[in-house]
């Protein structure tokens, strides 16, 4: 875990009380030790929280013992590519196969780890982890920004494919494609010297904020959970995240942006992005 601490205001707090307990969980499971002290929650996450975190450890313990190895070794793999791999063009997706040929395919339909040659992870598989009451929970509140995705389809074929109307489910009650963020950066601004900003659909500005900002209270468990869940399985980039919101934080004191500050105090996963797609 990160040594920097996150301000007890904020819901990210949340994430961090169920990121600790569900590492213990996980050494507890992969220990197998019966006379080891069993983990046991702090009494400020939700009930329901635990029960989601104990399924997801379950999960994340059947995966790691469960180790699927392909035949490449990923850094070298990554060393090779170029800054815009887009894995369009089948010329060079045919020379990389050949190059780096992973082996045969593998049929996976339980909890898996899929590993390089050198036993770095690539990827965790891990299906039927959630539990049907938080799935529930996290479609119902989804309500709240009905209107916004609503508005994010359209028919021009101008507009990107993640909100193009004949890609979604025609008779679908609620569809769309929408974008939050407590930190933008603006697209045709100058990264070197462009201070991010709240994302619009959460600026106060905008008529349809106080819906985007109720979703992002509403999911503050369902989202702390799930960025819980990055601790165990890639602890660096949790780490990571979790610096950057502080960092944040830092700035929107230094700037004085007060939006910013508002919507991070919400904000309850280490990503700095949620990228929601309804169909």
Known sequence: MPSIQ????????????????????????????????????????PTSAVCEANCIVHGLVAAYKNRVTVNIDARRVAHNLTANEFGKDPDREKKLLEKYDPGPEHLISEPTVVVDEQGCVLTWYLPGVLLRRLQDEMWDVLEHIKPLLK?????????????????FWKDASIKGSIELSPAWFQQGRDGRNHVPEVSALLKASNSLSTRARAWLHEMTVPNAILSAALAVMHPDLYAAGWEAMVGLGRLALETGDDEMAEVLRTWSSVYSVSSLMVN
């Open 6 to 45: 996150v301000p007890e205001h904020w819901n990210l707090r949340m994430s961090d009380l169920i990121a600790d307990y569900m590492m213990n969980r996980f050494r507890e499971e992969l220990a197998c030790d019966a006379e080891r002290v069993r983990a046991l929650p702090s009494r400020f996450i």
């Open 151 to 167: 508005n994010s389809t359209a028919s021009s074929a101008e507009h990107k494919w993640r909100t193009m109307t004949s890609l």
